[in-house]
Nanobody
Framework: QVQLVESGGGLVQSGGSLRLSCVASGITFQYTTIGWFRQAPGKEHEGVSCISSADPSTYYADSVKGRFTISRDNAKNTAYLQMNSLKPEDTAVYYC??????????????????WGRGTQVTVSS
């Protein structure tokens, strides 16, 4: 059974930082591409960042480039999303996903495999 458990969300002021974690089980983590998606109130899901199993290569939505950093620790079956210079528009539920397709703008990314339950990130102005 695949499980993705996110943590690290919370309430932070504009300009602050948070580090999200995603612990995976039931998959061969080191061979799995991992992504972070988010959903703001009243909006569709959008891709934020992806990290491949090989190299690894990283991908970012334009809205977070230069502010967010994705990483992974295969020994711990864990992926991370370091979020700096947070803005109120980053407020959303953030989800960890497996095997995303991270092509084009973040709004076009897809993830049709496994999703975690999400962690809430709220950025106050």
């Amino acid at each position: 059974q695949v499980q993705l458990v996110e943590s690290g969300g919370g309430l932070v002021q504009s300009g602050g930082s948070l580090r999200l974690s995603c612990v995976a089980s039931g998959i061969t983590f080191q061979y799995t591409t991992i992504g972070w998606f988010r959903q703001a109130p009243g909006k569709e899901h959008e891709g934020v960042s992806c990290i491949s199993s090989a190299d690894p290569s990283t991908y970012y939505a334009d809205s977070v480039k230069g502010r967010f950093t994705i990483s992974r620790d295969n020994a711990k079956n864990t992926a991370y999303l370091q979020m700096n210079s947070l803005k109120p528009e980053d407020t959303a539920v953030y989800y960890c996903v497996t095997d995303p397709v991270c092509l084009g703008p973040g709004s076009k990314w897809t993830a049709r495999n496994h999703w975690g339950r999400g962690t809430q990130v709220t950025v106050s102005s």
